[in-house]
Each structure stands twice: as C-alpha cells, then as structure tokens.
T-cell receptor, first 111, second 113 residues
Framework: SQQGEEDPQALSIQEGENATMNCSYKTSINNLQWYRQNSGRGLVHLILIRSNEREKHSGRLRVTLDTSKKSSSLLITASRAADTASYFCATDGTGFQKLVFGTGTRLLVSP | ETGVTQSPTHLIKTRGQQVTLRCSSQSGHNTVSWYQQALGQGPQFIFQYYREEENGRGNFPPRFSGLQFPNYSSELNVNALELDDSALYLC????????????FGNGTRLTVT
C-alpha cells in the first residue's frame, strides 16, 4: 500500500503558469524527496528536503515541508511544456533509502 | 559516469512461468533497490541489496527473490508468475552516504498473460 497521497491527481495548466502539487504522508521521516517520471520511464530525482528543513529551492522548484501536518508541497514556477510528467513524493519512513512513494500527480503543461 | 541500465526493456510471460530481470548499477554505487510500479500507481518497494546481502524487504511474497553480484549488478527473479505481476519493474542504485538520492533505470515492462 502507498504511504503518501498526492493532490491533485491530475493538473492541467498553460506554459508560464505555476504548478503546485501537494503530498501527505503517514509516519515520521528523516527526509522527503520528489521525483519526476516521463510516460512510464524511470524516475528522476528532483529535490530532497530533510525533516529539519522547512523550505528548499532548486532552480524553478520550491519545496516546503510541514512535519507537524505530515505534508509537503512542490511548486514549479514558470512551467514549460517539457515539465509535462508525473511527479511523486517519496519518504524514507520505513528505513534508509527504502522509499515509500505517493500515488503521483500527472502534470500536463500546454504550449 | 554510466547510469543505471536494465534489461530487457519489455517482456511477455505466461502465468506460472518464471522470469529474471537484470540491472547494472551506476558506477560507484553499492546499494541496489527494486520497485514494482503497477499502471497508474506509484512505485512499491520490493527489496534492497547492499554489498550482496538483502537489506530490507517490502510486502512481497517469497516468490520474489533477488541477487546482487560483486560488481554490484543485480537480478530480480519472480517465480510462479501471476497476472497481477504485470507491471513496470524499476531498479535503483545509490551510494551508502546518508540522504543520497536513488538513481533509477528505465525499467522492464513485464506483461503476464
């Protein structure tokens, strides 16, 4: 069973708009990570945020973490058509590098 | 630097058969994990190997087994295939350093008929 739930399940926006995805999880964590997957291929690591961090930036990505609410959000600013993919949050609550993935958000960015 | 490679890319098997999937980890990585991803779902952890020993297992039956070799490449074996085993099987390698991310291969798409 999946530990995490992502919201929304699907998101459709225009190029240049911002995209926000949310993730909730169930157990305590050491870190939370976000991955991207293009149409059934392998996952690509985007960003990792430690449990003692509240916000982290990487290029056009901004991740927040609220451990009291067991939730995280991923913001992609100024989205591009190439950002079209599925995005997953993953936590290590069951052990070091034994990740538990959420159900994913499918993002469609139209030109 | 060589990334994670998996073979084959696609495979069709019949219920009851056995299958072996292969993974070459990224150079410098000594930990390999396997995940199963059903259509429309997130990946689920099967097991992890560290220095040739199983180092944790998810909620999968014993007919899912694995190996890691001295060069850190790995195999996933599934016996007595069932229709529900149809999925994308992903291999991921990582170093043992704390908080290091997983590097995934492109997966093997297994279809059981």
């Amino acid at each position: 069973s999946q530990q995490g739930e992502e919201d929304p399940q699907a998101l459709s926006i225009q190029e240049g708009e911002n995209a926000t995805m949310n993730c909730s999880y169930k157990t305590s964590i050491n870190n939370l990570q976000w991955y991207r997957q293009n149409s059934g291929r392998g996952l690509v690591h985007l960003i990792l945020i430690r449990s003692n961090e509240r916000e982290k930036h990487s290029g056009r990505l901004r991740v927040t973490l609220d451990t009291s609410k067991k939730s995280s959000s991923l913001l992609i600013t100024a989205s591009r058509a190439a950002d079209t993919a599925s995005y997953f949050c993953a936590t290590d609550g069951t052990g070091f590098q034994k990740l538990v993935f959420g159900t994913g958000t499918r993002l469609l960015v139209s030109p | 630097e060589t990334g994670v490679t998996q073979s084959p890319t696609h495979l069709i098997k019949t219920r009851g058969q056995q299958v072996t999937l292969r993974c070459s980890s990224q150079s410098g990585h000594n930990t390999v994990s396997w995940y199963q991803q059903a259509l429309g779902q997130g990946p689920q952890f099967i097991f992890q190997y560290y220095r040739e020993e199983e180092n944790g297992r998810g909620n999968f039956p014993p007919r899912f087994s694995g190996l890691q070799f001295p060069n850190y490449s790995s195999e996933l074996n599934v016996n007595a295939l069932e229709l529900d085993d149809s999925a994308l099987y992903l291999c991921a390698s990582s170093s043992e350093m704390g908080n290091s991310p997983l590097h995934f291969g492109n997966g093997t798409r297994l279809t059981v008929t």
